[in-house]
């Protein structure tokens, strides 16, 4: 599983508050990606991060922030949740220097925007 | 940017026969081509993948094709058994991107 958790696991929330989902791996590696998964729109990238501080944006990052204080963390931010990202959202990690190579997920975070 | 389509979204085919997924990409610069599987309820994990420098590669029943003229890949699953149904993904991955990008998925369903 290449030593990646989320947390938390499941969450359900409010319209308008704000939700911070973490993301930690264990390996040191220098990639870490944001996605979200719907169904029918496969898995969409949200932001990733090619090092510590160095962030850049996805195809679907309206609405998100992110920020990567240590290797090992990387944090999504929906500043005020809407029922739209209501989803599952998987981080990921590229074993590469480059990033262009093998990404492991992790076990996903299932949140629900009532 | 890249786009990846993919091709069908459902299939359905009897145990021991073979499975093929087809995947189109924009980018004639991309140069990595994985492929994951997705059990319900769980994270999309690797199964196979190839690089454009190869046309093919075979892992068991597990077999890759990439037409780089075309811009086109395909995943051919032989002897399907059940526990190959899942939903299956392509990506492609651009060049000093650093990112991958997925296609739609396709729900494989095999029958006993």
């Known amino acids: 599983d290449a030593g990646i958790t989320q947390s938390p696991r499941h969450k359900v929330t409010e319209t308008g508050t704000p939700v911070t989902l973490r993301c930690h791996q264990t390996e040191n590696h220098r990639y870490m990606y944001w996605y979200r998964q719907d169904p029918g729109h496969g898995l969409r990238l949200i932001h990733y991060?090619?090092?510590?501080?160095?962030?850049d944006k996805g195809e679907v990052s309206d609405g998100y922030s992110v920020s990567r204080s240590k290797t090992e963390d990387f944090l999504l931010t929906l500043e005020s949740a809407t029922s739209s990202q209501t989803s599952v959202y998987f981080c990921?990690?590229?074993?590469?220097?480059?990033?262009?190579?093998?990404?492991?997920f992790g076990p996903g975070t299932r949140l629900t925007v009532l | 940017g890249e786009n990846v389509e993919q091709h069908p979204s459902t299939l359905s085919v009897q145990e021991g026969d073979s499975a093929v997924i087809k995947c189109t990409y924009s980018?004639?610069?991309?140069?990595?081509f994985p492929w994951y599987k997705q059990e319900l309820g769980k994270r999309p994990q690797l199964i196979i993948d190839?690089?454009?420098?190869?046309g093919e590669k075979k892992d068991q029943r597990i077999a890759v094709t990439l037409n780089k003229t075309a811009k086109h890949f395909s995943l051919h699953i032989t002897e399907t058994q059940p526990e190959d149904s899942a939903v299956y993904f392509c990506?492609?991955?651009?060049?000093?991107?650093?990112?991958?990008?997925f296609g739609q998925g396709t729900t494989l369903q095999v029958k006993p």
């Open positions: 990921a990690i590229s074993e590469s220097s480059g990033g262009t190579d093998t990404q492991y």
């Open positions: 990506a492609a991955s651009p060049p000093d991107t650093g990112k991958l990008i």
């Open positions: 190839i690089r454009s420098n190869v």
């Open positions: 991060s090619y090092g510590v501080k160095d962030t």
């Open positions: 980018d004639s610069a991309s140069n990595y």
